[in-house]
């Protein structure tokens, strides 16, 4: 070939430098003949195009990694739905948007199958777990040997270490400040409640406070309530007076709390100790749920309860309505809701002590034909009270030393996510009568409201980076 190019010059004379020992020729000497320029004219073209298409992929790569990356920063909902201003891509971190999130999660909820079934899982290596179905209503279970002795022990060593407080339901270091900077007579109390001012605690009154004996942390018993009522009712010219001294007695009386335990919490995610990050990969396995959800959940509950601690029955999560927002998920909340409450999906109770006596965990409801609200108080019998009718409860865990406990407060919406709270989900802690009790509480956290949850989700995947997991700054949950 006379007229060869430049360019097939050079590939040829690479080529015929690249390997002078094995074709046995000096270094600069070309090849002979036409055939050696075809092929080497042919090999030209074939590594040009192999060489233009790696550049363009590596190009289009390059733009789609930019353009993508681009888009997560400056858009946290949506790149589809939810396209933002310049000015707002120069804020950091903006409010979510109400573009809607596409579903890509759909929970998995475990089957109960019946009363009785007993399911075998692996959920560390070499050994076998049985899980035993104790409830349909809620869905409960119970998993003898879940911890081992060592990491029950651990579980109490690095609670202590941490240090428990005093476990007063829903009645937060604020607030107990607020109560005493006000100081408030039992009469001042009293007028608080007596929402109408009429002197009189009506029905509803009666009502919202046996409910709010949940959240004020007082434990009101049907004859405290009695009194009270009829009381004020019976004779009108000395009602108030009566009442309000009885009111005093029941208000101050400690053993009428609606928990009387010792608890602290312990973080769980990345740098803690290796039992405790363990018990959190353990828990994803059992309730199969994404472990993102999982490790956004609140940290580990460890609780304490001496002789003569108990729990009275209550919902580890409150009812959901459209304007209830979930505590957990509040940061991502749209605008300022006027109910909040703690969305605890699941419970896994773990028991880190045989109790020497009584502590039992009741189900006064558990697999109730019906639920009936009214008939929890019947005849002077408090199904709530554990201090007194546990016995009365359809369904009673026997506190045994590394047994855990699961069930769902929530029902499934039917459509994969988290429906309606399960009022048969209601439980407590029956009162110790000798030794002490330790138990654990590991809460999964999910808003039943899915937009909600995926926003929390995006938010605090912006803002982990630079900050620690937990963003519940001061947990408002018991
Ligand atoms: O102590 C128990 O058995 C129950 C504890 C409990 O229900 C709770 O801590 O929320
Ligand atoms: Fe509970």
Redesign the pocket.
Known sequence: MTDKTEAEDTITNTASRSAPSRLGRPPGERLPGPKTNVCSRSYFVVVMVFFHVYIINVIVLLLYVHYSSGQEDSRPDSPRHAPTSDKQNAQSPRPPSKAPLPRHIFLPRIEGIRVGHVQKLSLVPGKVHEMRTLSLKPLLFEIPGFLSEDECRIVMQLAQLKGLMESQLMVQDGQEELAKELSLSPEEIFNLLDINQDGQLQLHEVYILTHSRVRDGIWLTPENLQEIYVGLNADKDENGKKSRGKFNLIYHDESQLVRNSRHTWLYQGKGAHQVLQDIKTRVTRLTRLPSKLVDLSEPLQV?R?EQGGH?HA?H?SGPFYPETACTHTRLAANASTPFETSCRYITV?FYLNSVDGG?E?AFPVADNRTFDEVSLIQNDVDLMDTRRNCDKSNLRVK?TKGKAVFWYNYLSDGKGWVGEQDEYAL???CVVTHGT?W?A?KWINIDPDYQRQARFEQLVGRVVTSQPKWLWVRSQLL
Request: hydrophobic fraction near 20%.
């Open positions: 609780v309860y729990y209550h580890d109770l502590g965990t506190p439980h407590g802690g009790k138990v509480n």
